[in-house]
């Protein structure tokens, strides 16, 4: 990493300065190639394609979409990396890919596969073969220094449009963070990402595709959407500069989920995360006991000022005043056991 940004010029639509990528040794080409609505600044720097043997090749799938396989998600990263590291690792044939790349300053875009292609970005095959791969310049530690209001409204309008083109509805089960793609089998699910990480503001992501969350059914209805108020909830977490300090206080779009309606009560165990009956913790990366705003659950009871939701077959509580509310009503479609059964067994896995 030399330490040089890439330079843009104001003019001429914030086209790329040829000499400035040529001296980060990065491949590039003109805006003609890119998939992206005209309201953003795009260019096309190329993931590569490179065979390297019999079943040995880099770092895509070329493919057919949408007719070899339906396009059904959005997936939303955060690079974890600087810009520039961020343009020399899509361009490695021995890495991985995704689709475009969001700057933290400014917005601008960059497409490095196209659209019929399949990105390697979520870590589960099935989930690349149907889904976009947005990576956003930045860290999910400090997200006030990366998670600007530009690249927030730049990624809005490149997802708005993306949606438009593949008909996927604007809403949490199909606009979905890397933390929430699942392991393939039961092997994989501890070693999955976390990105973009609890300080993601997606109250007001949505509020920018046009579909802010909003009660659609009572108060007292049998599925909630959480909905923290994102600058108020803050709560703690540990582990953003080093293992267990305690990360300055921030707005938060996750809510704690506890085995009990109290504060103190353990956290609720991820079996998925920890097979070996660990506990969940407070970690800003430990994903075990938490529910992000947007995502809908099945109530499983409510007491005083907590609800329980439905959470990895197990009752998961968190804290949900009615004075400062961190969920809303929702109408959604609910599985409940036939007469005579006490549960309702799930089975399966992806495999296209």
């Known amino acids: 990493d030399s330490g040089q940004r890439v330079s843009l010029r104001a003019d001429e639509g914030l086209r790329p300065d040829r000499s400035g990528l040529a001296r980060l040794g990065l491949r590039t080409a003109d805006r003609s190639l ?13 993931a590569p394609y490179e065979q390297f043997g019999e079943g040995d090749y880099g770092n895509h799938d070329k493919a057919d979409r949408p007719a070899s396989q339906s396009v059904e ?12 590291t961020t343009l020399r690792l899509v361009q490695d044939p021995e890495y991985v890919s995704w689709q475009y790349s969001l700057r933290s300053s400014d917005g601008h875009v960059a497409q490095h596969l196209r659209l019929k292609d399949i990105g390697w970005h979520a870590g589960n095959w099935y989930v690349n073969a149907k889904s976009v791969g947005l990576e956003h310049e930045g860290f999910l530690v400090s997200p006030d220094a990366w998670y ?22 604007l809403d949490r089960q199909h606009i979905i963070g890397h933390d929430n793609v699942p392991g393939t089998l039961p092997s994989t699910i501890p070693g999955m990402h976390t990105d973009p990480g609890p300080f993601w503001d997606w109250a007001h992501y949505f509020a920018l595709l046009g579909r802010p969350f909003v009660p659609t059914a009572s108060a007292g209805a049998s599925a909630v959407t959480i909905r923290p108020d994102y600058d108020r909830h803050q709560p703690v977490y540990t582990g953003c500069a080093k293992a267990g300090d305690t990360c300055a206080p921030h707005g938060s779009a996750a809510v704690r989920l506890h085995t009990a309606p109290d504060d103190s009560a353990p956290l609720v165990k991820d079996a998925g995360l920890r097979p070996g009956g660990g506990e969940s913790t407070t970690g800003v990366n430990d994903t075990g006991a938490r529910a992000t705003t947007g995502q809908q659950y099945a109530v499983a009871e409510r007491r005083g000022d907590w609800t329980a939701i439905w959470y990895l077959g197990q009752k998961a509580w968190f804290h949900n005043p009615r004075t400062r509310p961190t969920a809303v009503g929702a109408r959604a479609a609910l ?3 036939r007469e005579g059964l006490a549960e309702v067994p799930v089975y399966g896995r992806a495999y296209p």
Do not use: G
């Open 335 to 337: 599985v409940t056991p």
């Open 148 to 169: 600007t209001e530009a690249m927030y409204r730049s990624s809005a309008r490149l997802v708005r449009h993306l949606a438009k083109r593949y008909d996927i509805p």
């Open 34 to 46: 890119t998939e992206c609505p005209v309201t953003v600044a795009c260019e096309w720097i190329p």
């Open 73 to 84: 998600y959005i997936v939303i990263h955060d690079t974890e990396a600087t810009w520039d």
